[in-house]
């Protein structure tokens, strides 16, 4: 079936250093990711998107990149806080208005 | 505005009782959806409207669980005799139909069924 998954469930880095989360999606009529950060006792927080027709898309700190040829997105931290830590979880939409997101990455930034 | 508030944020109910949850969503949101959240997974939608209409249902909703939004505004998830399976977190999130398909979400609201 299609589905939306990361390949490391955690990710320990030191502050300062950069962070790459990682999403592998098998919908091919996805057209539209989205990063959202989930603090503990909160709900999910939008971070970065991106549509299928852009590769990259950057923000403050934040860059995304979407590789269509192997179904591939990925988030990348730069210079990693500690206020970073979070679960972080890609979403996808194709073809309907209903986000489908996957199995989540925790970010665990050490001082 | 506030963002979207959902209520209660903890409920803990014993099995067979009902329980309803409210969600607050941003004013001008015309789409809102509920979603369940259970530990160390992603979120897993359940249903959503545009304005008072629900649209989609999924196949998670068994027919304990019922959602309505009667005035287009607050929304209600109404879970009737609450089964353990269905302690897990309980998001709402909004967004406007008219832009990019962005939820803003609430803080949950968490159920404990025992």
């Known amino acids: 079936g299609e589905s939306v998954g990361l390949h490391l469930p955690t990710l320990s880095v030191q502050e300062g250093d950069n962070s790459i989360i990682n999403c592998a999606y098998s919908n091919s009529a996805s057209d539209y990711f989205i990063w959202y950060k989930q603090e503990s006792g909160k709900g999910p927080q939008f971070i970065i998107d991106i549509r299928s027709n852009m590769d990259k898309r950057q923000g403050q700190r934040v860059t995304v990149l979407l590789n269509k040829t192997v179904k591939h997105l990925s988030l990348q931290i730069a210079a990693t806080q500690p206020g970073d830590s979070a679960v972080y979880f890609c979403a996808e939409t194709g073809g309907s208005y209903i986000p489908t997101f996957g199995r989540g990455t925790s970010l665990i930034v050490h001082p | 505005d506030t963002g979207v508030s959902q209520d209660p944020r903890h409920k803990i109910t014993k099995r067979g009782q009902n329980v309803t949850f409210r969600c607050d969503p941003i004013?001008?949101?015309?789409?809102l959806y509920w979603y369940r959240q259970t530990l160390g997974q992603g979120p897993e939608f359940l249903t959503y409207?545009?304005?008072?209409?629900?649209?989609?249902k999924s196949r998670l909703l068994s027919d304990r669980f019922s959602a309505e939004r009667p005035k287009g505004s607050f929304s209600t998830l109404e879970i009737q005799r609450t089964e353990q399976g269905d302690s897990a977190m309980y998001l709402c999130a909004s967004t406007q139909s008219s832009g990019a398909n962005v939820l803003t979400f609430g803080a949950g609201s968490r159920l404990t069924v025992l």
């Open positions: 409207f545009q304005n008072e209409a629900q649209l989609e």
């Open positions: 004013s001008e949101h015309n789409r």
